[in-house]
């Protein structure tokens, strides 16, 4: 497998644009997971899903952000209009079932390489 | 609510050498622990989790970790390290009953020949 693919690796822009990130995760994988890091708050998590419903998105910064995820295979994450404190780099990762958190099923999150957004 | 503390920004070590990094944590429920390690330019990967059982456990490339329930403590270990241990390493919790990783601060090794 290709792992979880993340495009644009690189993402510059000017601020009151709007910036698509997008995100494939492992094929057979339930759950999906959007953070960002920066070096002021380290990772967030923003929000996930599981089987393609949003599940928690109590990270979400604004309402200049949003996510989809339209099928099991592909999620975005929305920022419009963007800023430069949203300069960071956004992770996805993805995990199969987990169950229940530290169950005999539990299972790692597997993350992808991450999106660097520049907002001048 | 679930917090880590990574205790050092930053540890430089000379290959071969030994590595220790400090984790605490704190939670009003059963959480389980997580070691991810960072390369430049790269997402994270696991290196190792504590769920039950040993409290000793043993992860990828050589390391270890060592979960301490009385001083809520789960720190990284490896008895000799190699340049390529250049990276960023993170400690993570989640509570038992959540889904939702908390990550600490990170701490970045560097491995001098």
């Known amino acids: 497998d290709a792992g979880v693919i993340q495009s644009p690796r690189h993402e510059v822009t000017e601020m009151g644009q709007e910036v698509t990130l997008r995100c494939k995760p492992i094929s057979g994988h339930d759950y999906l997971f959007w953070y960002r890091q920066t070096m002021m708050r380290g990772l967030e998590l923003l929000i996930y899903f599981n089987n393609n419903v949003p599940i928690d998105d109590s990270g979400m910064p604004e309402d200049r952000f949003s996510a989809k995820m339209p099928n099991a295979s592909f999620s975005t994450l929305k920022i419009q209009p963007s800023e430069p404190r949203d300069s960071a780099v956004y992770f996805c990762?993805?995990?199969?079932?987990?169950?229940?958190?530290?169950?005999?099923?539990?299972?790692?999150?597997?993350f992808g390489p991450g999106t660097r957004l520049t907002v001048l | 609510a679930q917090s880590v503390t990574q205790l050092d920004s930053q540890v430089p070590v000379f290959e071969e050498a030994p590595v220790e990094l400090r984790c605490n944590y704190s939670s009003s429920v059963s959480v389980y622990l997580f070691w991810y390690v960072q390369y430049p330019n790269q997402g994270l990967q696991l290196l190792l989790k504590?769920?039950?059982?040993?409290?000793l456990v043993k992860g990828i490339n050589g390391f270890e970790a060592e979960f301490n329930k009385s001083q809520t403590s789960f720190h990284l270990r490896k008895p000799s390290v190699h340049i390529s241990d250049t990276a960023e390493y993170f400690c993570a919790v989640i509570a038992s009953n959540d889904y939702k990783l908390s990550f600490g601060a990170g701490t970045t090794v560097t491995v001098r020949a």
């Open positions: 990762a993805s995990s199969p079932e987990p169950g229940l958190a530290g169950g005999p099923d539990y299972n790692e999150q597997f």
């Open positions: 504590y769920l039950s059982g040993s409290t």
